[in-house]
């Protein structure tokens, strides 16, 4: 399992430089499902399959779905790439890469003092256990959670609706009622 | 002998059961092509194909030989590498798939403690093939296609999670071979059944089959996302449909038709009758049935299908909880 979790890890950061680096936006979202891929890789060496699967099913299987659909639907083509290129610039990438390599290195730092090894070869955690920890301890968290999901869906749907006709158009000449939709 | 350890021989039998249950999966899928098109002659009162062989039966070695020997062809105004990319991912999620399924009570590749999870993920996945497919070939017919299909999944997806949940509460596991096993007295089509009616229909609209196809519609798209493909890697989206539908079968067959649970014949044989049952309606769907306009068929999977799995997963919960309070 460890060999797994360190390859697994290895090819996430390898996809994710690739998300970063790449011009083709459509190519860019295919490294991001890999990196995705591999993340839920992680957590399955790291005995936690259910929230690896949950990884690959709600986030490579759904959201960037919804990503991939807005970037097909856009069709950047050769003026994206250029613009892409022009932000790959070492003037702009040079700052924030110097903030990350801070964080990079507390985060190293950090994993040196603990005890890396106990963390790789943990216990398998289960659907259920998941499941009792939601509903338990972590209860009012969910909650909060739904809300603002259902917070969101009432937006979005007032946001994308449709506003009627006040009477049903008729159609002059043959009187027909006229397909709104 | 002394490397024929106990180990090895075990390794050695699931590797090779692996391989069967690939080959077969494959190999069905093959074979269905040409079944549906009988079929569909018989209940379209024509011939269908019946010259190649004793009543058409070489007519798949004669497709093989047409599709393997066509002109691999890319156009050049695609996108090469997810061109190439896109049917393989096709084929692989779903045959990827068939390892969770429990063919006999010793037969099938991995007892996962996830496995119906894994399928939604590898269900996740074959999203990507219809899209990137549709996109690399540089085609509009291609792009709608891919277009409707993504859209077509984000609202099948939803509810073919929670129409089998209701499953997964009865057994209380996601392991496939749990599931069957609770169900050697009843099977859970009776206590399930409409999340078993949800889940066939979402289960139609995985693998874009009739009346689901508006991804590869072809009297409007001319066959949509896989208008430019041409030779085997045509045959790979091809074949995928039908693996898909041999995976689907076999999927209802294990969750709510009690796998390979039987009086009498040995288990196998209920499991292969069973799957051969389902496969059978798909075709006959797709005879039956006309195709409904897009919009509907997404207002059908988010105003109907998706509040009567609430319902059923509310109902289902209550009362496991009345009969079993802890």
Redesign the interface.
Known sequence: MEIAFYLSGLIAVLATLGVITNT?P??AL?YL?VSL?SV?LVFFALGA??A???E??VY???IM??F??VV??LNLGDQGAAQERAWLKPRIWLGPSLLAAVLLVTLIATLWSGDAGRMVDGE?L???AVGTLLFGPWLMVVELGAMLLLAALVTASHVGRTIPPDKPRINAESGARKEV? | MSWLSPVIVASLIAMLQALVILLVAVLLGAVMTVVERRLLGLWQDRYGPNRVGPFGSLQLIADMIKIFFKEDWIPPFA?R??FV?APAIAMASLLLSFMIIPITPDWGVAD???GL??F??M???N??AV??G???SGNKYA?IG??RA??Q??SY?VFM?LALMGVVAMT?S?NMRDIVNAQQGLWFVIPQFFGFCTFLIAGIAVTHRHPFDQPEAEQELADGYHIEYSSMKFGMFFIGEYVGMVLVSALIVTLFFGGWHGPLLPPVVWFALKVAAFLVLFVLLRAALPRPRY?RVMSFGWKFCLPLTLINLLVTGAVILIADPM
């Open positions: 083709n459509v190519h295919l499902i891929i839920a399959p259910f690896g699967a949950l690959v099913i490579a299987g759904a779905v919804l991939v659909f097909m639907m398998i289960t659907a259920k939709s | 996108d590498t997810l990319l996962l403690n996830i999870l894994f939604f993920a269900a996740g996945i999203v990507y899209l990137f549709g996109w690399s792009l891919a277009m993504s859209a999944t984000l997806e999670g209380g996601f919009d």
